[in-house]
């Protein structure tokens, strides 16, 4: 009997040992995820490596460089006008956008200023590169968080921009359409009229857009409380545009610091947000579409006579200075120092771009997420990848 015990309880025992063994052995150490260098959520070659407890997210590291262009060092051997058609590559969705700063930087070495027509023409479509740009993140939003129908209204729509600045510019993507001293030509015939049309589709684009998106019960569980960023950290980290706007700072470049273009002289909000998660970034945009469409329409119906050039020199050649103009472009703030010695180039160039600032803030805000919401946030935070590779 006692015997028979003995073997029983040596059997439990064996069993016991042979749970333990089994457990230890398929316990794992933590898991690295790597995002990109190619994914859709990643706007361009950016990877994000994520380490994982489980489901969340214990520290995430974004790694860029991997398609680096060299604009800065190219615009030392480059001429001013030559200048121009590198930048307005820099942010691919912003074209003309990116023209701007520098032109202004390079006008104010000059103290040459373009005529009030140029100026109007100017912010004209400094904001329809905000629209185009803005109507293609509403649509790929959406589809990074599985509603595609979205995306296909923001490739319809953002073309009707596409086709005004093209039809003023001839070119849809890279105009390179802005001069030192004003603008390359006027405005075609019926261009006008035809805009007007375009910004009402755009308004009509936004409610489409709020009806199918926003008020989404899917769409909000996976934006609302995701990504908080409060005020605070968002300046610490340089954040601008609808991402600081988003985290309930009221500050527009546009408003606060204008430079070169007729905002002061427009009717329009800033828009804030204080929830500082994704949804409310989402939600700034929207609104800033809509605020831009309206700023377009006022410019047009403003336009003043009289030409868009002022007189400039033939030949380029910016006197020695130094010179620093940022604006509130469609990403954020971007500016440029512009370094002259007096040469037809720039002895040195230096771009702040919004993305950088962006991206940097990832390794903060991704820490102690679930993994899914990493699409959501690097969504919300909206970056150009050749925005931070210059």
């Known amino acids: ?40 959520a990643t706007h361009g070659t950016l990877r994000v490596v994520a380490k994982l407890d489980a489901e969340q997210v214990i520290s995430a590291e974004p790694i860029a460089g991997y398609m680096h262009r060299g604009y800065e060092k190219l615009s030392e051997v480059r001429t001013y006008p030559q200048v121009t058609t590198l930048v307005n590559r820099i942010d691919w969705l912003g074209s003309f956008a990116n023209e701007v700063p520098f032109i202004l930087a390079a006008e104010r070495l000059m103290d040459v200023e373009a005529p009030p027509r140029a100026q109007w023409i100017r912010t004209a479509l400094f904001e329809m590169s905000r629209i185009a740009n803005l109507v293609l993140f509403a649509g790929d939003t959406a589809l990074q968080l599985g509603g595609q129908t979205a995306a296909f209204y923001g490739f319809r729509d953002r073309e009707y921009v596409l086709n005004q600045i093209e039809a003023v510019t001839g070119g849809r993507f890279h105009p390179n359409f802005d001069r030192i001293g004003g603008l390359k030509d006027d405005l075609p015939k019926g261009w006008i009229a035809d805009t007007k049309l375009a910004m009402e589709k755009v308004r009509g684009f936004c409610d489409e857009i709020d009806e199918l998106v926003t008020g989404n019960e899917i769409f909000q569980a996976r934006t609302r ?71 377009v329409d006022q410019c047009l119906d403003g336009l003043p006579s009289g030409p868009i050039m002022a007189k400039v020199p033939r030949i380029i050649k910016v006197p020695a200075g130094e010179a620093y103009v940022q604006t509130e472009n469609p990403l954020g703030a971007m500016g440029y120092y512009v370094v002259s010695k007096g040469d037809l180039g720039p002895f040195r160039l230096k771009i702040r771009s919004a993305s950088f600032n962006n991206v940097s803030i990832l390794p903060w805000v991704l820490r102690g997420v679930y993994v899914p919401d990493i699409v959501s946030i690097l969504a919300s935070l909206y970056f150009i990848l050749g925005d931070i590779d210059r």
């Open 1 to 40: 009997m006692t015997a028979a015990l003995d073997r029983e309880q040596a059997r439990y025992v064996a069993a016991q040992a042979a749970d333990a063994r089994i457990n230890f052995e398929i316990e794992t150490e933590g898991m690295t995820l790597n995002l990109g260098p190619q994914h859709p």
């Open 225 to 295: 409380g995701i990504g908080v960023i409060p005020g605070d950290v968002a300046m610490s980290y340089g954040l601008s545009g609808a991402n600081l706007r988003g985290s309930g700072v009221d500050f527009d470049l546009r408003r606060d610091a204008p430079s070169g273009m007729v905002h002061p002289e427009l009717d329009w909000t800033v828009h804030t947000h204080p929830d500082g998660d994704c949804f409310s970034r989402w939600w700034i945009r929207i609104q800033e579409i809509r605020e831009a469409s309206l700023m």
